[in-house]
């Protein structure tokens, strides 16, 4: 098996080379390379705060791939260190030059004619003076504690203050309330509209003023990365929410694991930093510009310019939906798959107004696990509390960063009458369900939607994913029941459509390629085609090369992390492995069954890893309309084997190659957007 953070790595390796594109607009590359830094600070906040601390605690532990952790770490640290040098350089050598070709310019300081340090001196003096606390270091004023991800600057100083003392160090913690990139006036650089200065230029250049009297020898920018996971011990646990909101108060303080620091830091101040959070010398990351490229996200929004941007499109519904049919008689007429962001996220949103509205509609359960603090779904359930509805909500608090979110949105259900629970005590609730209903002519009726991806409209239009809309009885009673285990107590009932984590789900992925090993050794066609995430875990890995040995021909369209070794002789040489990095993150989870000319189809909430199918609630439901199952096969699958714009071929040691094409390019994502949209 292949280490899980060497594989992290390789995709964010796959992302920055996105924004090295020039096939993509140039806008759109500078947030593929925010997108990097905002995977690796998630990266170092999760993965690499628990290998350190494996490495404290269990330092022989063997991991999956066979390393300990702290062999783990010395890998990890050295190729993390090696990706952000690249992405440095590619921001400095390429998109910043491209960027000022297009009159899109960062000034640094030196650039600064005498208007434009007149300008930026009063922008100091009144939007920044005020608000800076700078902290000198004496036994009346230890080292203060430092946030997070935030900006912060180590200041070398020499002289004596007014009260006589001479600290040397000083700190300054810059205010997440500042913008990190300011646009000047245009009038001030020659008309253009478009030239900004990073907020570290404007505080380096005016540091002094901080400090009257002294001399500043030196200011090195610095960002300390903390351990954000949340520690929420079940003993003498009464309430997961009050527990929740006590340890969410300490996140920004969690144990050091990254420490950001500017190229030009001498070593010795580098030391101090590292005494003051503890951490080692393999724990640091010199950057030779701003620590937090993240901020630059922002840019792209500042800067008026289409041509410079991923043309817009306008997600198309499907043509039942077109025709004035109401919503409750179009899906009662048969399946509807939603393909996003291709197709339009508004029916599930209207199905949710709908229901809220509907004097026929008695009730409405709901799985949420992301959605984000500004939901029309949500604002949908509490109108529909409020009208005197059945609202149950299963609501999902441990969301890693999406934490406070959902504790908010559980207030505000609960004070409009809904029923929030938490699901599951130590078992995450993934699965992406929605069920209404509705009393009708003949009794009551389910109107189900089951996805792959979460119930937000804003990823709904970044992320690709698959949704089905349906009232089959069996699904619908699958779902009452799932949503009965979560609410109440008792045991699990056996479903009779769907397959659950943990229950029933890593049973049916291991039977199917059981299946499909038993009728190669017979002589049959067998085939696996499936689509996720990740893939982890080690008893699947198992089965998948023991399927390759059978004959099986595999075809994994992996976007992350994949710990499986494709193409090694004896082992896995019919299996390989493709990720697709493109305009759209793509999210949905399909897994293709052959079995002897049946194609078992399903689509599913769970990757293929060992938190998805032991430690969390998730979903995989069978596709069972024909016309669904062959638009599903080539929309999910067929199309992206046949991609060679966005696709990296993985190699047997972890490594990926870009396919270049033969002949005509085909993209997936770009047809399915000539396909569907507007």
């Known amino acids: 098996m292949l280490n899980r953070e060497l594989g992290l790595i390789e995709f964010n390796r796959r992302v920055l080379a996105q924004a090295e594109d020039t096939r993509l607009p140039l806008l759109e590359r500078l947030k593929f390379l925010c997108i990097v830094s905002s995977n690796l600070d998630e990266f170092f906040e999760v993965r690499v705060a628990w290998l350190k601390e494996a490495a404290e605690h269990t330092p022989d532990r063997i991991l999956p791939d066979g390393s300990t952790p702290g062999e783990a770490l010395n890998l990890v640290s050295d ?16 998109l910043f030059p491209a960027l000022r070709q297009e009159n899109i310019l960062f000034l640094r300081r030196t650039e600064w004619d005498d208007v434009q340090q007149e300008w930026v001196r009063n922008f100091f003096f009144r939007e920044l003076m005020p608000i800076l606390t700078p902290i000198g270091l004496d036994p009346s004023h230890p080292f203060p504690k430092v946030l997070n991800k935030s900006l912060n600057f180590a200041v070398e100083l020499d002289g004596r203050d007014a009260f006589g003392r001479e600290s040397g160090i000083a700190i300054v913690q810059a205010p997440r309330i500042l913008p ?161 962001p291709y197709q339009s996220f508004q029916p599930v949103i209207d199905l949710l107004n709908l229901a809220a509205s509907d004097p026929q509609v008695v009730a409405i359960k709901m799985t949420v696990y992301r959605t984000g603090t500004d939901s029309v779904l949500m604002e949908s359930l509490i109108a529909a509390a409020r009208a005197g509805k059945q609202v149950t909500v299963v609501l999902e608090l441990m969301a890693r960063f999406d934490e406070e979110a959902n504790i908010s949105w559980a207030t505000r259900l609960e004070d409009a009458g809904a029923h929030v629970v938490y699901g599951v005590y130590g078992y995450k609730v993934h699965a992406k369900m929605l069920m209404v209903v509705r009393r009708e002519e003949n009794g009551l009726r389910r109107y189900v939607h089951l996805g792959t991806g979460n119930y937000h409209p804003r990823t709904a239009r970044l992320y690709t994913d698959f949704g089905l809309l349906t009232c089959n009885e069996d699904i619908a009673s699958d779902v009452n029941d799932i949503f009965v285990q979560l609410t109440g107590l008792g045991r699990a009932s056996k479903l009779k459509m769907l397959y659950q984590s943990p229950f029933s789900l890593h049973g049916m992925i291991m039977s199917a390629i059981e299946r499909e090993i038993e009728n190669a050794s017979e002589g049959r066609p067998a085939q696996i085609i499936a689509k996720m995430n990740a893939l982890l875990e080690p008893q699947v890995i198992r089965a998948l090369y023991r399927a390759s040995q059978a004959g099986v021909k595999i075809q994994l369209i992996v976007r992350g992390v994949c ?52 430690r969390r609630i998730e979903t995989c439901v069978p596709v069972l309309d024909p016309r669904i199952k062959k638009r599903l096969i080539r929309e999910g699958l067929r199309l992206y084997l046949e991609d060679n714009v966005n696709t990296w071929d993985m190699q047997a040691d972890g490594l990926y190659r870009r396919r270049t094409s033969r002949g005509k390019e085909k993209c997936a994502q770009q047809l399915l957007l000539e396909e569907y949209t507007r």
């Open 79 to 94: 190729a993390a260190r090696e990706l952000i040098r690249e992405q440095y350089a590619v921001m400095r050598d390429t």
């Open 180 to 340: 990190r990139v300011i646009r000047m006036p245009p009038e001030l650089c020659g008309g253009h509209r478009h030239t900004f200065v990073f907020l570290s230029s404007i505080l380096h250049s005016h540091m002094h003023e901080l400090f009257l009297g002294m001399t500043v020898k030196g200011c090195y920018q610095f960002r300390v990365t903390r351990d954000s996971e949340l520690n929420v011990e079940d003993e003498d646990l009464k309430n997961l929410r009050t527990a929740l909101q006590g340890e969410l108060r300490q996140r920004q303080f969690g144990s050091a694991v990254r420490l950001e620091i500017a190229d030009t830091c001498p070593q010795h101040m580098e030391d101090f930093l590292l005494t003051q959070f503890g951490l080692l010398p393999r724990d640091v990351y010199r950057v030779d510009g701003p620590v937090n490229l993240v901020r630059l996200m922002q840019v792209p929004d500042l800067v008026d310019r289409p041509d410079l941007k991923f043309a817009p499109f306008i997600p198309t519904l499907p043509p039942v939906l077109e025709k004035k049919v109401g919503l409750f008689q179009a899906i009662s007429e048969g399946d509807i798959l939603l393909h996003h």
């Open 563 to 614: 710990a499986l070794r494709p193409g090694v002789e004896g082992l896995s040489e019919n299996i390989t492995v493709r990720s697709i990095v493109g305009r759209f993150l793509e999210h949905p989870r399909v897994f293709y069954f052959y079995n002897n000319r049946e194609e078992n189809l399903f689509i599913a909430s769970a990757d293929w890893m060992g938190r998805n199918f032991f």
